[in-house]
């Protein structure tokens, strides 16, 4: 399999400096959630990655935009996150995980995700939701640049081990991810 590097746009910066420590050389993002050709991963997405086989997942995760009762079934969740229909979701204190069966995203603030059944635990606004899968399990830094998916729908991806983002310019990162990776600083500063 050939891999073909192509480039994205060039945004607004999110790292604050050149002293990052990056995993590089060889990871191949290979996930079914962003496997159609040209879509665009953006930077700063956490990613899990493997060094044996050197595939690499994105972290699938969502953010509470609302506070939820622990028999809730529907879940309102911020725009931006990469939840698909059909995804296991769980959060850290549940006992199991539950498929997505719909996701409403025609309310401008917020996205509602129904679960096939209730996760059996109460949430708070800024609470994470989470695919359980290698990129949350092996989840180790956060995508140094945008990268475009190619024809074999995979991409070549640098991995940020260390350093300092810029949180306000990246997908939004939850507390419970964040505490996932203590050598990255999620400035709040513009």
């Known amino acids: 399999m050939q891999i073909k590097k192509e480039y994205a746009r060039a945004g607004i910066p ?16 290979h996930d079914s959630a962003f496997s159609t050709e040209g879509t665009v991963v953006p930077a700063g997405i956490p990613i ?6 050197r595939k690499a997942k994105v972290g699938k995760f969502a953010v509470m935009q609302a506070s939820a009762t622990a ?6 969740v911020t ?12 959060c850290g ?12 995203t025609t309310h401008q603030d917020y996205d509602v995700v129904k679960l096939s059944a209730t996760l059996g635990v109460a ?12 990129g949350y399990t092996q989840l180790k ?4 640049e945008d990268v475009v998916i190619d024809s074999n729908g995979v991409a070549d991806v640098a991995v940020v081990l260390r350093g300092t983002v810029y949180a306000r310019r990246i ?20």
């Open 93 to 104: 204190t549940a006992s199991g995980s539950q498929n997505i069966t719909e996701i409403n």
């Open 141 to 144: 830094g956060l995508l140094y």
């Open 48 to 53: 899990g990655f493997d060094d044996t086989t």
């Open 79 to 90: 725009k931006g996150h990469r939840l698909k229909v059909g995804m296991a979701l769980t």
């Open 14 to 29: 999110i790292w604050q400096s050149k002293n990052t420590q990056v995993a590089q050389g060889g990871y191949l993002l």
């Open 171 to 190: 997908v939004p990162v939850p507390e419970a991810i964040q505490a996932k990776l203590p050598l990255i600083i999620f400035s709040q500063s513009y």
């Open 71 to 76: 028999s809730a079934t529907d879940y309102k």
């Open 123 to 134: 949430f708070s606004v800024g609470d994470a939701l989470y695919v359980n899968d290698e």
